[in-house]
């Protein structure tokens, strides 16, 4: 699968907003890639994540931040053929609940539906890793991170996408004022 293939998923489905938008990050942007609308249809869904899992091998379990990647990891597991996971916060920590576990040495993919500064993995990584777990690696549906690596294992992803961002107090946007912004993501408080 090519970006522009990815690209024309992610455009059927509807997931590329455009407006005035707060990121999860806190910056704001004009796009906004909405993954979530993807992930309501179960073809694109498989396509996707067949060809995310493509990319990796020797997988013992796939793990995701709630709530952007809890159906990518059931779907990346599928194909893989190993058990899925995935973490969500607690008292405002990212932890594993609801009795799963992950043991030492288990090769882990975690996965996120779209990556900007890889906040949400990184501390995926870290609950990974408090729990021994070997990290083979990051996949994600769309790369915002402007082409680097923003993580200390291998990272893969289907669509990398260029979105401009801006601080709040530097988001034209805002200068204008004639679109108000929202918060589409799935972390409140931002």
């Not at 899992?53 to 599928?78: L, T």
């Not at 969500?88 to 882990?108: C, I, Q, Y």
Request: hydrophobic share 35%.
């Amino acid at each position: 699968m090519n970006q522009k293939e990815a690209l024309g998923i992610l455009d059927q489905a509807g997931a590329r907003l455009e407006g005035h938008f707060r990121l999860t990050s806190g910056r704001h942007a004009a796009v906004y890639m909405q993954c979530g609308k993807v992930f309501q249809h179960a073809g694109f869904s498989e396509t996707l994540c067949k060809e995310l899992a493509s990319r990796f091998s020797n997988i013992d379990a796939v793990i995701g931040p709630a709530v952007g990647a809890v159906i990518m990891s059931y779907e990346v597991s599928r194909h893989l053929g190993c058990r899925n996971l995935f973490t969500e916060r607690e008292n405002g920590v990212m932890t594993l609940r609801r009795g799963f576990g992950l043991k030492p040495g288990e090769r882990v993919l975690v996965v996120e539906d779209t990556v900007t500064t890889g906040g949400s993995v990184k501390e995926t990584i870290a609950v990974c890793r408090e729990h021994g777990a070997d990290v083979a690696g990051v996949g994600s549906v769309v790369d915002r991170t402007g082409g680097g690596n923003p993580f200390d294992v291998p990272f893969e992803s289907l669509l990398q996408i260029a979105i401009p961002s801006w601080t709040p107090e530097e988001c034209p946007l805002c200068a204008e004022g004639t679109i108000p912004c929202v918060k589409p993501g799935s972390r409140p408080g931002l």
